[in-house]
């Protein structure tokens, strides 16, 4: 088994938490029948793709070196997608949301790397290589629709999710494991199903994350583009749905105008969508994002900003006025009869930052235990310190090693000897140690002295708020350790047989030594993998206009298979109809 990563500079830069989720594609677990997966997929999207895809699919395709009759390199994909600015890495699978967006802030494809079992060639809720691959590459060769997508992961990954978030992400993940795993528990998959389902029957207002994953669902993996009338795909999930991407073009499935509504609109991943929306071109997609991107905490911090991320109970980042981070997990705010933040806490590890570089000394070493403070103006001058001129600091005896009492507007109160201060690039204070500090608001203690050296975070208030730490290398990131991962299969003897009937088919159609002529295949099919479909239309396709009698013989056993499997007669005659149109 190969343990290399494919990579380029793209991927050398990476961030040791996003590169946590990056494993080996190991190309070669990839077994014959899986290439006439992709293959199937592969010819019927670009027979039936020609006429509903927007023009940068087809032509993506060919930029992007995606081969039809085999599965993609990882290698071969990045010496590639170079040339365009991106790069791809392989996963296991989903990872969590703002991982994912996070990758494309960096210009990466995201590629779960395993692909869908026979059964589910049409759709699979899994991600997959054809999902991946084939759906969202070609499309990221129109540079307008890249800067859409790398827009997006920048401020998609900064979305605060609720627990609700995180517990629905793993929900989501282990149905989509069990529905591709080949030894699956019809059991356990209802039980799966019934898990997401209680989910999304809690009554909770939709957190950030929630509502962008919306706008990601319904135009990177569900949208469409042009006009509503006469609209072309351009998602993904279309793009590699064959069954879908026919249906969605039909009256059954409701068009709508895209706009930041759509954010509000849910989804099930595990049925076709009843609507989509439709994008007049890529350019507008981008307004829609900044148009949401306004109402995130991310721009407009302030009292509902912290709120939410003390709601998700994880790690995030508030910023002050003056550029000060605070990057820990939230636990407590104290408002003004305004809705001003006058406080906040933290607890556990919390560091502190500007502009995303974390300030020395005032790591999570610094502040094992959580942070405090008060914010906002002064009383009795209506100031913050941090618009304080040197006469009024002079004034309120901000000199290092001098004691000094002060009270804010709120009515909370500091005393305690000033040790020293940390200013921004302006020449602003943003940070004030003091030493036998004393910090009281009403009757209520907030700091006591025997609690060590305080740090006064200066700020007047709260102007954005986001998921994560503002500096990456403050925290240790590198945890991941899902709760579910994907089935590695092994196979039986019978299905070892037909994988070397897959490759001797294979190895025809390329000019290559084989161990069994197509008659041999074909004789071994019939007695002994009777029910396979996929296998007599690679025959069909190789013997149509060259051996009439054989043809007929394989048409014959075609109609067989699908009188006993009337569910796959479509995907039979599709086949049929392709190998007919390209001969």
Wanted: one cysteine or more; charged letters at 25%; aromatic letters at 10%.
């Amino acid at each position: 088994m190969s343990l290399n990563i494919a990579s380029n500079p793209l991927i050398d830069k990476l961030p040791p938490h996003l590169k946590q989720f990056i494993k080996p594609q190991n190309y070669e677990e990839y077994t014959p029948v899986d290439h006439a997966v992709w293959r199937y997929v592969m010819r019927k999207n670009i027979t039936s793709l020609s006429k509903v895809a927007h023009d940068s699919y087809l032509n993506g395709l060919k930029k992007t070196g995606i081969s039809v009759n085999d599965i993609p390199s990882m290698y071969g994909m990045n010496r590639i997608l170079k040339e365009i600015g991106w790069a791809a890495v392989a996963v296991d699978g989903f990872i969590p949301p703002n991982a994912f967006m996070e990758f494309q802030a960096y210009n990466i494809l995201v590629i779960a790397s395993d692909i869908r079992q026979l059964e589910n060639i049409e759709y699979t809720p899994a991600p997959d290589i054809i999902h991946e691959a084939a759906g969202h590459a070609p499309i990221i060769a129109n540079p307008d629709y890249a800067e859409y997508l790398r827009r997006f992961g920048k401020i998609g990954c900064k979305a605060i999710s609720s627990k609700r978030d995180y517990d629905m992400y793993e929900a989501v993940r282990s149905l989509s494991i069990l529905k591709e795993a080949y030894d699956s528990n019809p059991k356990d998959i209802e039980e799966a199903e019934q898990r997401i389902l209680t989910l999304q029957n809690q009554k909770e207002d939709p957190s950030e994350m929630a509502l962008i994953r919306n706008l990601h669902w319904w135009t990177v993996e569900y949208g469409l583009i042009g006009s509503v009338e006469n609209p072309k795909i351009y998602g993904a999930g279309l793009l590699s749905s064959i069954g879908e991407s026919e249906w969605c073009m039909t009256d059954h499935v409701q068009k709508l105008p895209y706009s930041p509504k759509a954010a509000f609109q849910d989804f099930d991943i595990t049925k076709p969508q009843p609507q989509l929306f439709v994008t007049p071109d890529f350019a507008y997609l981008c307004q829609v994002l900044e148009e949401f991107a306004d109402t995130m905490a991310l721009r407009k911090g302030g009292h509902r900003g912290l709120a939410k991320l003390i709601e998700s109970e994880n790690l995030g980042t508030i910023e002050l006025s003056t550029g000060l981070q605070i990057s820990g997990v939230f636990t407590r705010m104290i408002k003004n009869e305004d809705n001003e933040v006058i406080y906040f806490e933290t607890k556990g590890p919390t560091a502190l930052s500007f502009r995303e570089k974390e300030l020395i000394g005032h790591g999570i070493e610094a502040h094992p235990d959580g942070m405090r403070s008060p914010l906002g103006k002064l009383k009795g001058i209506n100031l913050a310190i941090e618009n304080m001129s040197p006469r009024d600091l002079k004034a309120y005896n901000f000199y290092d090693g001098e004691y000094i009492e002060f009270e804010f507007e709120s009515g909370i109160t500091i005393a305690g000897t000033n040790i020293t201060g940390i200013r921004n690039i302006k020449g602003e204070l943003i940070l004030i140690q003091f030493s036998e500090c004393t910090i009281m608001y009403n009757d209520e203690y907030l700091f006591k002295p025997e609690w060590g050296t305080f740090d006064l975070a200066v700020g007047k208030e709260i102007v954005s708020a986001f998921s994560g730490p503002a500096d990456d290398l403050s925290f240790n990131l590198v945890t991941h350790n899902p709760s579910s991962t994907t089935a590695k299969r092994t196979y039986s003897d019978k299905e070892e047989e037909l994988h070397s009937l897959y490759q001797s088919v294979k190895n025809i159609r390329e000019g290559k030594n084989t161990m069994f002529s197509l008659e041999a295949v074909f004789d071994i099919l019939k007695k002994d993998h009777s029910s396979d479909w996929l296998l007599p239309l690679e025959i069909y396709e190789l013997t149509y206009n060259r051996d009439k009698n054989f043809t007929i013989q394989i048409a014959q056993h075609l109609e067989e298979i699908q009188s006993k499997k009337p569910k796959i007669k479509h995907l039979i005659n599709s086949g049929l109809e392709i190998t007919h149109k390209n001969s």
